[in-house]
């Protein structure tokens, strides 16, 4: 899907732009001639978005489709330590408030992002809807277990996307729900679990990312795809 068929004039929004990957794709959108308009939402944005709190995602829906329909939407949200809390490696490790809390941030926050933005894309004209998932999420791809709540939420998220992708697409029929694996980024979220060196510039990461989703074509489904483009089993 390339942005020529797109056309001029669109409107982005990139939710969780303060975070290494998502300052990065706003500054990339933000390079490209055929966005009139990339509005990044964060926490220290105007309206203030917080992902934990469904009225500041409500919000901030209401003020992005004040100025039209929207053509991409990236949600750049997820955390894998919370609360000081790392992932668990092991069964006796688990705990109902982390788990809940892993759901919070990684699953039920992203899907009542779905719920307030994909009402919001453009329905006659070729859209982007694109979260933040990982490799972890893939349950055939699971290998080495560990990182119980983690990789439960972001497999929840995938669900999620699935399901909102399958019930769009009857008014949406020209649009693109894609579930994102961004490969190892140098962030905070990863500097205790991988070398600096071994991971991806949130640059390079956001450009790859970037090109794979406008490669991807409407499909009625959606699609889990690595930042080379290479499909992700579910």
């Keep these: 899907m390339s942005l020529a068929q797109h056309g001029q004039g669109l409107r982005a929004v990139v939710l969780g732009a303060s975070g290494a990957i998502g300052s990065a794709l706003v500054r990339l959108l933000r390079t490209d001639d055929r966005f009139a308009e990339v509005i990044a939402l964060s926490r220290s944005s105007d309206p203030a978005f917080t992902l934990e709190s469904e009225s500041s995602i409500a919000a901030c829906a209401q003020h992005a489709g004040q100025g039209g ?130 991971a991806l510039a949130p640059e390079e990461s956001a450009s790859q990312l970037y090109a794979v989703l406008q490669a991807l074509r409407p499909t009625g489904r959606a699609q889990f795809v690595d930042y080379r483009g290479a499909t992700i089993p579910w």
């Design 69 to 198: 329909a929207l053509h991409w939407v990236i949600d750049a949200t997820g955390a894998l330590e919370i609360d000081g809390q790392g992932p668990e490696k092991r069964l006796g490790a688990l705990s109902a408030a982390t788990l809940m809390r892993a759901f919070e941030v990684n699953a039920v926050g992203p899907a009542l992002i779905m719920k307030h933005f994909i009402p919001l894309l453009a329905s006659d004209q070729p859209t982007v809807f694109a979260t933040l998932s990982a490799r972890v999420g893939s349950i055939e791809d699971n290998h080495k277990g560990g990182w119980y709540g983690y990789r439960a939420a972001k497999a929840a998220r995938n669900m999620l996307l699935q399901s909102a992708a399958i019930e769009a697409h009857r008014r949406l029929p020209q649009a693109v729900f894609a579930a994102l694996q961004p490969g190892t980024v140098r962030s905070p979220l990863s500097q205790a679990f991988v070398a600096p060196a071994d």
